[in-house]
């Protein structure tokens, strides 16, 4: 969903001119390619995508963020060919290009490969340890257990079939979440149940949630959710079943709530380790009491105890065996178990997405830059987030930020970024979404008045558009989304013909689906022309 709006960006470089009104050209068709051009065989589909677009009257051709232009100073000399061939290929055709970079939602596609500690982290305060032996030992408080008593989930989902528990925490602690449950045999391998832990206030999102497969042989497994709980003093846990249609039930024999050691620490600049004395609250050195804790080798899944954290005392240092100690660091938690977002307000970031822009600027020139800044997951919770403030405007900085660098090569460049995280509808007039340390709400009032906006949600079309079009922005319709029959994109069509500030509408497929390719624009040029007459 989130890749498919850039494409719909270039419509706006194409009509930049135009009068503020929706689709009444039939000119105005983009395609949203979303391919690796560095690897030969996504090179290839790009290029024939190119061909068959415009045969079917396209005019512009979109570079999303997955085709990794937001690490085009590294790309090699092969690699940069076939982007300069994809650019003869839309040349030649009379086709525009427009460009998605740098996603924060989805950083592998742009900063995690340079540096996994661009990760956003969230703070891990006061774990305890011993020095026993020249190493330390993790004294956590004791677990807890809450559920009173085994309970039973149910496939088709019955009315109250669930565990909702509100559970305190500490703020700036690394919890894990175990479940035991149990399934009867059947001949489902597997019975699914869902558990998620919440903000006492939340609107629309979660802090962290799971889907465990319990097996279904009546014996008890053991599933884990790891979690931070942020600023939060309190959360909801959730426990529930699956609304399948196959019936069965799994029983859920145990919840238990526990602190946990850091695990996947970040290293740059935002986030320091401090290990202090907790009887004498000295402050120790790494690499004079304590041996220097390496930087993040990746943020990815795996075995929670891949990512261990370790503080090993160095001989000659002054820690001694006895001694308590008290450790205050920063962490990735990935949501989903996998989904890390970059941290929007990190320094570093800042000469990889110069050197980036400059490479596009000399590569592609393109008029069209769409910032790819959709569906940021966590963030705001190192020391340069909160020297910001809330995660709103931590947003708005490093789009203002962006949009400086991008104007310092291409200085009429038109600027575009996804809805979703900016939109007042999408995001529930605010709230944090999923790990974030703070709130969204507002960041709609701090954008730069010329930044447009690709509008991509469907559920919340004909508000948010409207709300978008009230504020000046142009906006570009992004359509399609692998359906199997033209319908919401009917839809879509006809909201644009009659929004004003809609500068065009786009193909978008995260599916690798062309087959309505064709049919798409046809409908598009039959709606525009319906509109004009």
Not at 103 to 132: H, M, Q, W
Not at 403 to 431: C, H, K, L, Q, T
Request: net charge positive.
């Amino acid at each position: 969903m989130k890749f498919i709006a850039a494409a719909v960006l270039a419509a706006v470089a194409a009509g930049a001119a135009a009068p503020v009104c929706a689709v009444d050209a039939p000119d105005r068709l983009w395609v949203h390619i979303l391919y690796d051009l560095r690897k030969e065989d996504q090179f290839r589909k790009a290029t024939n995508i190119v061909a068959q677009a415009k045969s079917h009257g396209y005019t512009g051709v979109m570079l999303a963020s997955p085709c990794r232009l937001g690490m085009l100073h590294l790309w090699k000399d092969d690699e940069l060919e076939r982007l300069r061939a994809v650019r003869r290929a839309c040349e030649s055709a009379g086709m525009e290009i427009a460009v998605g970079l740098w996603s924060f939602g989805y950083a592998k596609e742009c900063f995690f490969p340079i540096d996994p500690n661009l990760c956003a982290a969230a703070p891990v305060n006061d774990t305890r340890y011993r020095v026993e032996g020249g190493r330390c030992v993790h004294l956590p408080p004791p677990p807890r257990g809450l559920l009173s008593a085994p309970g039973q989930l149910h496939s088709p989902r019955r009315e109250g079939d669930v565990a909702d528990i509100t559970v305190a925490v500490t703020p700036g602690r690394s919890y894990r979440l175990r479940v035991r449950a149990k399934s009867p045999a059947a001949k489902y391998q597997s019975w699914p149940v869902g558990v998620s832990v919440r903000r006492m206030d939340a609107k629309r999102d979660y802090i962290e949630t799971g889907v465990f497969h319990v097996k279904a042989d009546g014996a008890e497994h053991t599933y884990d959710l790891h979690f931070a709980s942020l600023a939060e003093r309190e959360v909801r846990i959730l426990c529930r079943g699956y609304n399948r249609t196959f019936p069965n039930h799994a029983e859920v024999l145990g919840l238990e709530l526990s602190e946990t050691e850091p695990r996947l620490a970040i290293r740059r600049h935002g986030t320091p380790v401090t290990v202090r004395s907790v009887k004498t609250g000295q402050i120790f050195e790494e690499g004079r009491d304590y041996a220097a804790i390496p930087r993040a080798k990746g943020v990815w899944p795996g075995p929670w105890n891949k990512y261990r954290f370790a503080v090993k005392p160095l001989p000659g240092g002054r820690m001694r065996d006895g001694d308590e100690i008290s450790v205050d660091c920063y962490c990735s938690f990935p949501t989903w178990g996998k989904w890390a977002s970059a941290c929007m307000a990190a320094p570093e970031l800042d000469p990889i997405m110069e050197a980036s822009a400059a490479a596009v600027a000399r590569e592609l020139n393109p008029r069209m830059w769409f910032l790819s800044y959709d569906e940021v997951r966590t963030g705001g919770g190192c020391t340069d987030c909160r020297r910001i403030g809330d995660m709103a405007h931590i947003y708005a900085a490093r789009v203002k930020k962006s949009m400086e660098i991008i104007r310092r090569y291409r200085p009429d460049a038109e600027i575009m970024i996804w809805n979703d995280m900016v939109d007042p509808f999408y995001m529930n007039d605010g709230g944090a979404n999923a790990g974030m340390y703070s709130s969204m709400k507002g960041v709609w009032d701090l954008l730069p008045p010329d930044l447009g906006i690709g509008y991509w949600t469907y559920g919340t079309r004909e508000k948010g558009m409207e709300f978008f079009s009230g504020q000046g922005r142009r906006i570009l319709v992004c359509a399609y989304y692998d359906e199997k029959v033209l319908k919401r994109s009917i839809d879509w069509a006809e909201l644009a013909m009659r929004t004003p500030g809609v500068a065009g509408i786009v193909y978008c497929t995260w599916g690798d689906n062309w087959r309505l390719l064709g049919a798409f624009g046809d409908m598009v040029r039959e709606k525009a022309k319906g509109a004009a007459r």
